[in-house]
């Protein structure tokens, strides 16, 4: 595999970079791994509770997949034309401006991923302490303190390194499709045994309520939670190995197979529990395996424990890389575009992300932000897609190791546009807050981006505010690494002085100043020709 340091173009400096370490496999195991989280262990309710009937709970699974795939081929053409880490916001950065990708950036960093991860995470305590309290809900302090040991040990991981991150996430997905398996198996036992009542067709489509359109609105989006993180595997896309050929090959493995384990997996429920039974339970593999595994039903909050752990991992390092781009392009703060000089992982972006996904823990009602977050990501996703249709507008010429046909990103937002349309209908608060998140970036963009020409008095009070909070968040790496840290920028995060927006350039490595160090309390100072910290 190619490796991350490389000499630069003059003066033999060496290029300190991501280093490209994802394999077909490893790739695989993102996509699977972050969409297989705790989605496939809570959405099954929210979908059948909105769709009225057991078999149009399954006729959504199968459109939420197909879904997927048609957005899934989109973003395969947009990742190997715009060959650069970031997914989505590198996407609309380049087509659309730097306004359109902040806003993705400002809010995906403030509340989609941090949620996502808080959701899961708050998943994986509570079927670890389900065998501890077995007629009760976990305690709501155990529940948030491990959730919290898990999330600080996992950004370690990722901090430390990308082999062991991506090894993590191959061990757990394996683990997770097995457990996955397993529940699929004993499915088609009680299948042969004749007990799939609830699937007969008489059966699977009487209704006990009538679902309207934004009933079935709000079902996808239940549906479409379960299925996100499709699209993460373009975020790592300068450290897969052959992105123009790993890229589009793990997505076409990737998703049919996701889809095919969350159909049958959702038939297999249905095989030992009526829809009520599956209304009325907070945990539904838990009560699958209480009511067919007997002895062995602690089998299934560990294998949801493991598959969340997994998601946990794959959402931390794909979330983290969203940052990285984002402060390589000027978006951020020059800090999150450095990485460990050895370890070559992006330290300061996976403890932004680590912090706000603990902040969301102790402030927010997490699971009511659901919603909320999939309607963010739905709308994210249309806009990037529109993107594909307008950068084959605006550079025709441009060349594209895929071309799929105009007909797959127009049926995909022919299926956004019904989605966003009837949601804002049916949950016009929901959708109103989730654009109002996303439109309080305007400001931000204005006042912190756009704005270069600061006058000294404002500059100087974020001179003084800065290095304090960036104290404050490298403090646990310098109790971890007493002898002390070495971050770098990557070489193509390269910015002008003042931390100011600008264009990407490609400045050659060796600009950068090796070996130069400053105290850690003027970390904001060292601008990104620096080399060290």
């Not at 395969?76 to 950065?93: H, R």
């Not at 079927?127 to 600080?152: D, E, H």
Request: proline content about 6%; charged content about 10%; hydrophobic content about 50%.
């Amino acid at each position: 595999m190619a490796g991350g340091e490389q000499r630069g173009a003059a003066g033999g400096a060496e290029r300190v970079a991501l280093k490209k370490e994802i394999g077909l496999v490893s790739a695989c195991a993102i996509i699977i791994g972050n969409i297989i989280g705790s989605g496939i262990f809570i959405s099954p309710k929210g979908v059948l509770e909105h769709t009225g009937s057991v078999g149009l709970a399954l006729v959504i699974w199968v459109l939420g997949g197909g879904v997927a795939a048609l957005g899934s081929l989109c973003y395969a053409e947009l990742g190997v034309t715009i060959p650069k880490s970031g997914g989505d916001y590198s996407y609309v950065t380049e087509i659309f401006g730097g306004l359109a990708g902040f806003l993705l950036l400002w809010s995906a960093v403030l509340i989609m991923y941090p949620t996502s991860l808080a959701v899961i995470a708050l998943t994986f305590s509570n079927y670890v302490l389900q065998p501890v309290f077995p007629n009760c809900i976990p305690p709501y302090n155990a529940s948030r303190i491990l959730s919290m040991v898990c999330l600080l040990l996992l950004t370690w991981v990722n901090s430390s390194s990308v082999r062991w991150a991506t090894r993590i996430q191959d061990i757990f997905t394996a683990g997770k499709l097995l457990a996955l398996a397993l529940i699929i198996i004993v499915g088609f036992i009680q299948i042969f045994k004749g007990n799939y009542k609830e699937l007969t067709p008489s059966n699977a489509f009487n209704f006990w309520m009538t679902p309207s359109v934004g009933h079935l609105a709000l079902a996808f989006l239940q549906g479409s939670f379960a299925f996100s993180g499709w699209n993460f595997l373009n975020y790592v896309t300068e450290e897969l190995v052959d992105p123009r050929r790993n890229l589009p090959r793990a997505i076409f493995i990737s998703i049919p197979l996701v889809t095919f384990v969350y159909t049958f997996t959702n038939i297999a429920y249905f095989t030992a529990m009526s829809p009520q039974e599956l209304l009325s339970s907070n945990a539904v593999a838990v009560t699958f395996g209480e009511k067919l595994l007997g002895y062995f039903s602690w089998v299934m909050p560990v294998s949801v424990a493991l598959s969340t752990f997994g998601g946990i991992n794959g959402y931390l390092f794909t979330s983290s890389r969203l940052c990285f781009s984002g402060a390589r392009e000027g978006h951020l703060p020059s800090l999150l575009a450095m990485i460990h000089v050895k370890h070559c992982t992006p330290i300061p972006a996976l403890l932004v992300c680590c912090l706000a996904t603990l902040i969301i823990m102790l402030v927010g009602d997490t699971y009511t932000l659901i919603n909320y977050v999939s309607f963010i990501n739905y709308l994210c996703y249309g806009v990037t897609i529109i993107g594909l249709i307008v950068l084959r507008w605006k550079k025709p010429k441009i060349f594209r190791p895929i071309k799929v046909n105009l007909l797959v990103p127009i049926t995909y937002l022919a299926f956004w546009a019904f989605l966003l349309i009837f949601s804002l209908y049916s949950e016009p608060v929901v959708c109103g807050v989730g654009l109002i998140i996303i439109l309080t970036g305007v400001p931000v963009f204005f006042l912190g981006v756009y704005w270069r020409n600061k006058p000294k008095c404002v500059n100087r009070l974020i001179g003084k505010a800065a290095p304090r909070c960036l104290t404050a968040l490298l403090g646990p790496l310098v109790v971890l690494r007493s002898a002390g840290i070495c971050l770098t920028p990557d070489a193509s995060a390269l910015n002008q002085p003042g931390n100011h927006p600008r264009e990407p350039d490609h400045r050659s490595q060796s600009q950068a100043a090796p070996g130069h160090k400053v105290p850690l309390a003027s970390a904001v100072l060292l601008w990104p020709d620096s080399t060290c910290l």
